[in-house]
């Protein structure tokens, strides 16, 4: 019974060591950082930047793929880091994008106060004239001659 439960244990051992050794977490976390909505934002916005971070997730799963454990790791969270780089890269492009929009905007609120400024301007030059006219006006007009008063 003894010999038995010890071939038993064997084989199970021999199996357990014969399996594949599983992929590092860092090759999942890849995947997962590489399938979230910033990497798709890096993909459109920071095209170069993605295409590296694709380039060392490539290389990590070959590293694995060709038995290098600690070569895949490595190059696992260079990929992350380079996703996280394209991702900052798409958000300077955003903001100067931003800026760019703002900056237009910024143009036509001027282009339109300086037309309400030369506006305001005339509109007063036009007052003053009325006025003036208005003024002249009054000063023609004969000084009512007065009675005797009570």
Do not use: W
């Amino acid at each position: 019974m003894k010999a038995r439960f010890a071939l038993v244990a064997g084989l199970s051992l021999l199996a357990a060591a014969c399996r594949p050794i599983p992929p590092p977490s860092v090759l999942s976390e890849v995947d997962q950082v590489r399938q979230g909505a910033a990497a798709e934002d890096a993909r459109q916005y920071a095209p170069s930047a993605f295409a590296h971070a694709e380039k060392l997730r490539r290389e990590a799963s070959e590293a694995f793929a060709a038995g290098d454990q600690a070569g895949s790791q490595i190059l696992g969270e260079r990929a992350i880091a380079a996703y996280a780089h394209a991702h900052a890269l798409a958000r300077v492009a955003h903001a100067e994008e931003a800026e760019a929009g703002a900056r237009k905007a910024l143009d036509a609120a001027q282009q339109e106060l300086t037309r309400t400024e030369a506006d305001q301007k005339r509109v007063a030059a036009e007052l003053d004239a009325l006025d003036m006219k208005l003024n002249v006006a009054r000063e023609a007009q004969p000084t009512p001659i007065s009675g005797q008063a009570d």
